[in-house]
């Protein structure tokens, strides 16, 4: 799985730690070049699932903007190398600071999740003698099929506008001196798999545009989001989501006019796979009906499995050939903090290394301060090759 020079790299360094491979990294953004921006797709990442500088800087180099859900976001962005007019503004709660800042580096676009977020938006606007240019987030009702602590676009999520709103905002927009209306946004959810729902979706964004633009309206953009799933049970195998046809699907089925831009949003299936998380066997424990390997990361490393019962691929670094069953668990105060149940896996001793995969996106960016567990910095692969 890791060459040799890589895993010999791997083990010179204190555990717990993340291990990236830009190689791989570059390679899927090559892909979204071909596929995607090659399209006239314009793509933002969200930084959300990974604001590492090295990882943002690979990004910036393939010709994508940033796609952020917090000041903190939108500074990083542009401290990474990101021209504010390729950074946008998304968050079901901007506080008046961060929309402050986001009028100063004069951003691209606030997507705007209510009315009374819109008022907000106006007046700061208004006191800093600038415009904002806003995208409405509307809730498509359309469902991801997906965990349901990762779907955002059915009536009852918190995130966007609902239809029974949408024509009170509209009639509010022209009163509003400092607010430019440019475009439509939706994100649906995140790690979706089927393309299913993505076509329901474009049904959907064809629908409300032409609604919003018949009565009266310019919508330039309008942004579809992200939530293109990865495959966490082949990292190895399928380590590149199948860009092609996912923006395929968006040729096909968004009717997009001659004025209109088609955005989009994607953070893990951008970084999802290009991260591992290594960590090393500290015990292993029998009990009547389990073995346990305890390992030197936990929750506070990777809370993906305690907080979505997410299934990480688990990836023994120098593998013998005997395999046995494990509960790989970490050393976290908290049942929860269990990254596998009952997988088969080479056997393993105290001091292996194991590689828990597809841990790029949404990984290190969720760290925990619980425990007061000593965080180790991450490892590049460019930095393995002398
Ligand atoms: C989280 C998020 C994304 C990225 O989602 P992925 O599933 O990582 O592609 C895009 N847009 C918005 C508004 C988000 O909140």
Redesign the pocket.
């Known amino acids: 799985m890791f060459p040799r020079e890589v895993v010999s790299a791997l083990k010179s360094r204190q555990t717990p730690y993340y291990y990236y491979d830009l190689d791989l990294l570059r390679a899927t953004l090559e892909e979204i070049q071909k596929t995607g921006l090659s399209r006239g797709y314009h793509i933002h990442f969200?930084l959300?699932?990974n604001h590492q500088k090295r990882i943002l800087k690979v990004i910036r180099e393939y010709g994508l903007g940033a796609?952020c859900?917090s000041g903190g976001e939108v500074a990083q962005a542009i401290k990474c190398g990101f021209d504010p007019k390729d950074v946008v503004f998304?968050?079901v709660g901007k506080s008046d600071q961060e929309i402050e800042l986001g009028l100063k580096e004069g951003i691209d676009c606030f997507?705007v999740e209510s009315k009374q977020e819109l008022s907000v938006i106006n007046e700061l606007a208004a006191e800093h003698g600038k415009t904002a240019r806003v995208a409405l987030?509307l809730n498509p009702n359309v469902d991801a099929d997906t965990h349901r602590y990762?779907t955002?676009g059915l009536k009852e999520n918190k995130?966007g506008i609902n239809q029974e709103d949408l024509d009170e905002v509209l009639e509010l927009i022209p009163k509003f001196d400092h607010i430019e209306l440019v475009g439509i946004?939706f994100?649906i959810?995140?790690?979706?798999q089927k393309l299913e729902p993505f076509r329901e979706l474009c049904h959907r964004a064809n629908e409300l545009s032409n609604y919003i633009e018949d009565k009266g309206f310019n919508l330039p953009v309008i942004n579809v989001?992200?939530?293109?799933?990865i495959d966490y049970k082949a990292p190895t195998s399928n380590p590149i989501p199948d860009f092609e046809h996912f923006f395929a699907l968006f040729e096909e089925h968004l009717q997009l006019k001659d004025h209109q831009e088609l955005h989009f949003?994607?953070?893990?299936?951008?970084v999802?796979q290009c991260g591992s998380l290594i960590t090393k066997v500290l015990y292993t424990k029998s009990g009547r009906e389990k073995n346990f390997a305890i390992v030197d990361a936990g929750m506070t490393e990777l809370i993906r499995p305690a907080l979505y019962q997410a299934s990480h691929g688990i990836d023994v670094l120098e593998p013998g050939e005997e395999k046995a069953t494990y509960d790989v668990v970490g050393p976290v105060c908290e049942s929860s903090d269990t990254f596998r149940t009952d997988v088969e896996i080479p056997k393993v001793e105290r001091g292996d290394l194991i590689a828990i995969r597809s841990a790029g996106?949404?990984g290190e960016v969720m760290r925990s301060g619980y425990n007061l567990r000593t965080a180790f910095p991450s490892l590049y692969s460019d930095d393995i090759r002398g």
Do not use: C, M, P, W
């Not at 959810?189 to 979706?192: A, C, D, E, P």
């Not at 989001?225 to 799933?229: A, E, K, L, N, Q």
């Not at 949003?265 to 951008?270: F, I, T």
């Open positions: 969200a959300k699932a796609d859900v998304a968050g997507n987030r990762i955002t995130f946004h994100h959810g995140s790690q979706i989001g992200g939530g293109f799933g949003e994607l953070g893990r299936s951008v999802g996106a949404y």
